[in-house]
């Protein structure tokens, strides 16, 4: 089923299959990925029980773009089912050694349906929070890692920005900077400290390895 056009404030995702540039050396493995990406994110959309705070969504190429349907959706309610979202997305991709990168935003977003002329097909795609989601997934200080799920702060409304502030365990929320960090990886906060601490342990193990060679070299 198409898109119907939306224009409002929500939350909007901006999601990126990592590594996808070096994974297009291989054909058959960059196909079969986006195959698996884009069935696994049909599904999972298609999938949903509820028409209330409703996900729908976009893919191109190696991301996605996911948005809640209903233009007064600043609550934890809305949020938490684009979270839920996103973490199956996750999961499916992680059972093809795959990981994303997703960045999300609150604020306007307005997206028009396919305008056709002869040889050519347009879907207008615009708004501050979609190009917020973008920047920060491609650019974003500090740069995103891979697997993580983070949520700009700077346009949350007021009320909402509270609530996640008092990070209970049925959010799995952490505030960092100009962040809050979704632990999709994890079932509580009690989880966090020590999945951050492997977390940062494998990248450590990395860059040892790295200049090991280069030692081995010199």
Known sequence: MPILNF??????????????????????????TLQHFYRCGF?????????????EGFFISDCAVLFVRDNNCANLIA???LLDVIESLNKKMLEIDIMLTNSICYGY????????????E?????????????????????R??????????????????????LNNEFSRIRKNGK????????????????FIKRYNDSYNLQFRGMLEALKGRS
């Not at 224009?7 to 079969?32: C, E, P, V």
């Not at 599904?43 to 996900?55: P, Y």
């Not at 977003?109 to 050519?120: D, M, N, V």
């Open 43 to 55: 599904n999972i959309i298609d999938g949903q029980l509820s028409q209330e705070n409703k996900i």
């Open 79 to 81: 949020l938490k089912k």
């Open 179 to 194: 962040h809050y960090y979704y632990f999709w990886m994890v079932n509580s906060n009690e989880e966090i400290e020590d």
């Open 109 to 120: 977003f307005s997206y028009e349906g396919k305008l056709e002329i002869s040889g050519t």
């Open 122 to 142: 347009k879907n207008q795609i615009f708004g501050d929070a979609y190009v917020e989601a973008f920047l920060d997934n491609e650019a974003g200080n500090p």
């Open 7 to 32: 224009s409002g404030n929500t939350f909007i995702a901006y999601i990126d299959i990592n590594g996808f540039k070096i994974l297009m050396k291989n054909r058959d493995k960059a196909i079969s």
């Open 144 to 165: 995103i890692k891979p697997g993580e799920c983070r949520i700009l702060i700077k346009n949350i409304p007021q009320e909402l920005n509270y609530t996640l502030s």
